[in-house]
């Protein structure tokens, strides 16, 4: 029998450490080792007990959980799962914690909503936290220089991304570099629904390229990326003049937003187009990407040293998905190759 994982709950509250605590306690693969009230009480903790993963609240005293996350990640990298308030306030500073390094994140109880149904995730994200590969932020590779500015996309190309866990920063890496008449692009990342919105505006902020939450109708045309809304709906593209549409169905592969839905959607496009799956656990894109590649695009997966979690792109690749498969920092100059204009 494999030894349980082993975490140490971080938060202010004594009444959400309980919760977190329950929640966790609830599945026998996991043995919660310790708790702590603040940052300075989970250093010594970390020293002590030596846990495989945190999970760490954002607002706490002496130190809040962004910065001490950021020394975590500097001095003593481990996967870490932060849980957040659902407010707006809470998502822009969990997208924060993300970029940092942060594994994963969940939303605390709101609304009265039972702390089984706002943590039914929570154990999962843990344990796929346990297995992931958490680098001293000082250890990423340089990235290659920004897109020359007399890059031309093809106007009739779309470029559609798949991630789940780690691809905050996956994403990152790829998009700050795109030129501002970038590929048309449409992106489903797993993050529940509040993040979404906050994880789009702070790539708008970062990026040439226009950024933003994709709404029901809107055109898919270079220098723009949307982001599939998180929790509700579907992102697909339709229509001969390719438009975002958003679709309630139920979820797929376990997820909704899903990957498989996108690129599902983009192979019936009918366009030239390419498709790109990053880190993240389970399958979901595995078979979407396929189904693309069989559609006529191009494929790119990232490689396993360079993912977070090595899951989807893997069931890609093992599927005979996946074109080629690079490591982090040479999928952005890859990329705008695939999808630049024809040379003349």
Do not use: W
């Not at 959400?16 to 009230?37: H, K, N, Q, Y």
């Not at 706002?118 to 340089?142: C, G, M, N």
């Not at 489903?188 to 509040?194: L, R, S």
């Amino acid at each position: 029998m494999t030894r349980p994982v082993t975490v140490l709950v971080v938060d202010d509250s004594p009444t959400m450490r309980g919760l977190i605590t329950a929640a966790l306690r609830r599945d026998p693969e996991i043995e919660v080792v310790g708790s702590a009230a603040d940052p300075l009480e989970a250093r010594e903790a970390i020293k002590r007990l030596n846990p495989d993963v945190i999970t760490l609240d954002v607002e706490m005293p002496n130190m809040n959980g962004l910065e001490f996350l950021e020394k975590i990640m500097r001095l003593r990298p481990m996967p870490v799962v932060m849980v957040s308030t659902l407010t707006q306030a809470g998502a822009d500073v969990t997208v924060a914690a993300l970029e940092i390094g942060a594994v994963d994140a969940v939303g605390k109880p709101v609304d009265g909503a039972p702390a089984a149904v706002a943590f039914a995730e929570l154990a999962q994200k843990v344990k796929t936290a346990a297995t992931s590969r958490v680098r001293a932020r000082a250890d990423a590779p340089p990235a290659p220089p920004a897109a020359s500015v007399d890059y031309q996309p093809d106007p009739d190309h779309i470029l559609a991304i798949g991630a789940s866990t780690g691809g905050v920063e996956a994403l990152i890496t790829i998009l700050t570099g795109f030129p501002a008449n970038c590929p048309a692009t449409v992106i489903t990342q797993h993050m529940p629904a509040t993040f979404t919105r906050s994880f789009a505006a702070r790539l708008d902020k970062m990026c040439a390229p226009h950024v933003s939450e994709a709404e029901d109708g809107a055109p898919v045309k270079p220098g723009h990326v949307y982001i599939a809304p998180g929790g509700e709906a579907h992102l697909e593209v339709a229509g001969a003049s390719p438009r975002c549409r958003l679709t309630r169905s139920e979820p797929v592969n376990g997820h909704r937003p899903s990957v498989d839905v996108l690129f599902d959607s983009v192979a019936r496009a009918r366009r030239p187009m390419t498709g790109v799956i990053l880190t993240g656990m389970g399958k979901d894109g595995a078979r979407g990407l396929l189904t693309m590649r069989q559609s006529g695009a191009r494929t790119l997966g990232q490689d396993e040293a360079s993912c977070i979690v090595y899951g989807m792109p893997r069931a890609a690749f093992e599927l005979g998905a996946v074109e080629r498969q690079l490591p982090l920092h040479r999928l952005r100059p890859a990329i705008l190759d695939l999808c630049a204009a024809p040379a003349a």
